[in-house]
């Protein structure tokens, strides 16, 4: 009842903005409280640079679906290790969400295809990459209308959006900013979690081994999705800070049972079931917590950081 009553509250004020989602300080207070299911699609186009790409495009997504179609279009495409990238999407394709219901329909998994080998043909750069299959089936269902129509164009440069402006590097072959990023996420980590950190440290496993999927995946197998959906409500917003933000969190939420781990073993089960946690599954208390128990976290000096990493390893 709680949480219908803010749900409520909140759904007023989003109504009385009247599709003005200028940024402001109070859209970006407004957006760490959760944007409602019914806005969330406008809101992301309007936030990230999605709606200003479709709007100057119009028309190109079609254009790439058609191509699409024609599977000679792809039979001299391959990933590095030699394999067809067409193969390795439709492989992927029941792989995606497979409990939900949604992904059982032919028309969704239609849908996700056409959004997967449209981008492969749009950024030839990047292609397909494992990991995307679950941000586009998650857009897909972050973006569907209440009668159950989907809206793959905008999940297109939604995707587009988020890859080129917020994830540049993190899917490329030889995913620069994500390395980067993990280590990142280290140095964070030996500041302000300075005794878990070197409990971590000890059994000698690097931390890329349990956070790359957070980072390549934004927490999509990682969190419930109600909780998922509130945390990229925030990235569209404030962009890739929140990723460190949330990771950080993940470690704070969790110090008590780190402590008790006495082995690398114990270590990856924690990993793997850290999904089922109960604080992750109630998204307004979590999001708020997410900003209340992580510290300052600024842009600037999180950039200085990845300068640093970047220093390091080139």
Same mark, same amino acid.
């Given at each position: 009842?709680?949480?219908?009553?803010?749900?409520?509250?909140?759904?007023?004020?989003?109504?009385?903005?009247?599709?003005?989602?200028?940024?402001?300080?109070?859209?970006?207070?407004?957006?760490?409280?959760?944007?409602?299911?019914?806005?969330?699609?406008?809101?992301?186009?309007?936030?990230?640079?999605?709606?200003?790409?479709?709007?100057?495009?119009?028309?190109?997504?079609?254009?790439?679906?058609?191509?699409?179609?024609?599977?000679?279009?792809?039979?001299?495409?391959? %990933? #590095?290790?030699?394999? &067809?990238? +067409?193969?390795? *999407?439709?492989?992927? /394709?029941?792989?995606?969400?497979?409990?939900?219901?949604?992904?059982?329909?032919?028309?969704?998994?239609?849908?996700?295809?056409?959004?997967?080998?449209?981008?492969?043909?749009?950024?030839?750069?990047?292609?397909?990459?494992?990991?995307?299959?679950?941000?586009?089936?998650?857009?897909?269902?972050?973006?569907?209308?209440?009668?159950?129509?989907?809206?793959?164009?905008?999940?297109?440069?939604?995707?587009?959006?988020?890859?080129?402006?917020?994830?540049?590097?993190?899917?490329?072959?030889?995913?620069?900013?994500?390395?980067?990023?993990?280590?990142?996420? %280290? #140095?964070?980590?030996? &500041?302000? +979690?300075?005794? *878990?950190?070197?409990? /971590?440290?000890?059994?000698?496993?690097?931390?890329?081994?349990?956070?790359?999927?957070?980072?390549?995946?934004?927490?999509?197998?990682?969190?419930?999705?109600?909780?998922?959906?509130?945390?990229?409500?925030?990235?569209?917003?404030?962009?890739?800070?929140?990723?460190?933000?949330?990771?950080?969190?993940?470690?704070?939420?969790?110090?008590?049972?780190?402590?008790?781990?006495?082995?690398?073993?114990?270590?990856?089960?924690?990993?793997?079931?850290?999904?089922?946690?109960?604080?992750?599954?109630?998204?307004?208390?979590?999001?708020?917590?997410?900003?209340?128990? #992580?510290?300052?976290?600024?842009?600037?000096?999180?950039?200085?950081?990845?300068?640093?990493?970047?220093?390091?390893?080139?």
């Amino acid at each position: 009842e709680k949480h219908s009553k803010k749900q409520l509250k909140a759904s007023k004020k989003w109504a009385a903005l009247n599709g003005n989602y200028t940024r402001s300080e109070s859209l970006k207070k407004l957006i760490r409280k959760g944007i409602p299911r019914q806005y969330r699609c406008e809101v992301w186009m309007s936030i990230s640079s999605a709606k200003y790409l479709m709007e100057n495009n119009v028309g190109r997504y079609n254009i790439l679906v058609t191509k699409c179609a024609d599977e000679e279009t792809y039979s001299n495409i391959r %990933d #590095t290790s030699g394999e &067809k990238q +067409l193969d390795i *999407i439709r492989r992927d /394709l029941p792989r995606t969400f497979p409990e939900n219901p949604s992904f059982k329909q032919p028309v969704m998994l239609n849908n996700l295809q056409d959004v997967l080998l449209a981008f492969a043909l749009y950024k030839p750069e990047i292609g397909y990459c494992q990991g995307l299959n679950f941000i586009v089936g998650t857009l897909l269902l972050a973006t569907q209308k209440d009668d159950g129509e989907l809206r793959p164009e905008e999940c297109f440069w939604l995707l587009v959006s988020l890859i080129d402006d917020i994830l540049p590097d993190y899917y490329s072959d030889r995913m620069t900013s994500l390395n980067k990023d993990c280590l990142v996420l %280290d #140095t964070l980590l030996k &500041k302000r +979690l300075p005794k *878990i950190h070197t409990q /971590l440290s000890a059994f000698d496993l690097p931390l890329q081994m349990f956070v790359t999927k957070w980072f390549v995946c934004l927490f999509v197998d990682s969190l419930p999705m109600q909780t998922v959906l509130r945390v990229w409500d925030v990235i569209f917003n404030e962009g890739v800070k929140v990723i460190f933000r949330v990771s950080v969190y993940q470690f704070v939420v969790h110090k008590y049972e780190l402590k008790q781990i006495s082995d690398a073993s114990g270590l990856a089960l924690f990993f793997r079931e850290m999904f089922w946690d109960n604080a992750a599954w109630d998204s307004y208390a979590y999001m708020k917590n997410v900003f209340k128990k #992580t510290g300052k976290m600024a842009r600037k000096s999180l950039e200085e950081k990845r300068c640093h990493q970047h220093n390091i390893m080139y």
